[in-house]
């Protein structure tokens, strides 16, 4: 159960987002230890599952001088060019309503 339990997060991981080309490791310990003065054998099996850390893509953002602080800002619709316009929605909202009046 538990090297099934360690094999399907590996599975479910490479699933979800195995595009990243990093590997996910599977590792399975056996552990044997002989009791105190008999012949019997204790066996111990751990399994250890390991996937590379989340990320985020970057979000690139600019700096700018506020006062005597500096700030960083982003753009919410762009997360590659803080620097994009976006289309001033209202313009075409007033436009529709004049249309259908």
Not at 21 to 46: Q, Y
């Amino acid at each position: 159960m538990i090297i099934n339990a360690a094999l399907s997060a590996a599975i479910r991981d490479v699933e979800d987002r195995g595009d990243d080309g990093k590997p996910r490791k599977v590792v399975i310990e056996v552990i044997f230890e002989k009791l105190d003065g008999s012949s019997t054998v204790t066996a111990n099996v751990a399994a250890k599952f390991t996937a590379p850390p989340y990320k985020t893509k970057p979000t690139v953002g600019n700096l700018e001088l506020d006062g005597n602080q500096w700030a960083m800002s982003f753009n919410p619709n762009n997360a590659k060019n803080p620097d994009q316009k976006t289309i001033p929605l209202d313009e075409f909202e007033d436009a529709d309503d004049e249309a259908t009046e």
